[in-house]
């Protein structure tokens, strides 16, 4: 999923910045909990960028949601 609003890059980063990274991260793996849960049996993966800047993603399956947002921290400080 790519950033398609439109903040400018300062203002997205202030925006991410605004936010605590769990809870980021809690909503991401709801998201991704709640695709998977419409096609069981899959397994489902979101990619988060901004421009060619990469965020992070998110992992779901049946039994397991998690995801990784350190990249964000590398582009975002």
Known sequence: MTYSGDLSRSEFKAWW???D?????EYAERMIAE???EVPGYIV???FSYGQHNLGSVHGSSDFTGSNFDAAGVWIK
């Open 45 to 47: 993966t979101a990619y």
């Open 17 to 19: 910045k605004s936010y």
């Open 35 to 37: 695709v998977q849960s």
């Open 21 to 25: 990274l769990s809870t980021i991260k």
